[in-house]
């Protein structure tokens, strides 16, 4: 409900020059979801790590557990961008915002040459307006106590603006899982580690990348639980829009 408001809301400010007014509405749009999982779900946050952020530009690279941790980054980070396939263009005048945003949508029906093209359009937007963007290195939300394969995009992204790239891990998969409908009370942790500068080695980094911050959501994790800390397990990535759901060994 809040979100088909804030999209008409928003409809009459897309016509003015710059984004400002766009984005100052999306900010309010975040805030009253977060409002809302901390009073309908029990869902409280918890932001970490704040002193790593670096100044000027830099890429966000974060675990994705869930529909809701975007809502508790997007706050933390002014002038953030981020990174979306053009499916979500489908829905009535969401591209519009998207573009106000500054998003980079990537072309994902135009093959492998066009997705490069449209990434490449989008970091030369973003760098020139020093922006932060962004990123889900994974490509998939994933279950809590596992990991996908980590996608080499946030190394080529990092490369080609020259900028360090934040690690990001959480444990709010705990409290809202992946596009589970079903919410938990709890404390999600949203936690910024160190920056990481992507190097010419992109093997290397992929790895460093995966580790860190897969540690550190298992860290989280287990924080949550009151538990000891258990690695997270690499699985194969869900089929083209499916869930993954490897307790029940499948995916839905």
Not at 132 to 157: C, N, Q, S, T
């Amino acid at each position: 409900m809040f979100s088909i408001l804030y999209v008409l809301v928003t409809l009459p400010a897309l016509i003015l020059p710059g984004d400002t007014v766009v984005r100052a509405l999306i900010l309010s749009y975040v805030k009253s979801m977060r409002w809302s999982l901390r009073v309908f779900a029990g869902i409280r946050h918890e932001i970490r790590g704040r002193d790593n952020l670096p100044d000027g530009p830099f890429v966000i690279a974060a675990k994705h557990q869930s529909w809701g941790d975007g809502y508790l980054i997007y706050p933390e980070i002014e002038s953030i961008a981020f990174v979306t396939g053009d499916h979500l263009e489908k829905f009535p005048f969401v591209g519009k915002i998207l573009q106000k945003l500054g998003a980079i949508v990537i072309d994902t029906c135009g093959g492998g040459e066009r997705k490069a093209a449209s990434l490449a359009e989008g970091l030369e937007r973003i760098r020139e307006d020093g922006r932060r963007v962004l990123i889900y290195p994974e490509g998939h939300l994933a279950p809590v106590d596992y990991h996908f394969r980590y996608k080499a995009g946030v190394w080529h992204m990092a490369n080609g603006m020259k900028v360090p790239v934040v690690p990001v891990a959480t444990n709010i998969g705990l409290y809202w899982s992946q596009e589970d409908h079903q919410k938990k009370p709890g404390m999600a942790v949203v936690e910024f580690l160190p920056p990481m500068e992507a190097g010419e080695n992109k093997s290397a980094f992929m790895s460093e990348l995966t580790h860190t911050i897969e540690t550190a959501t298992a860290r989280l994790v287990a924080e949550g639980r009151n538990t000891a800390v258990k690695p997270t397990v690499l699985i194969p990535d869900p089929a083209k829009g499916e869930v993954a759901n490897p307790v029940s060994g499948h995916v839905s």
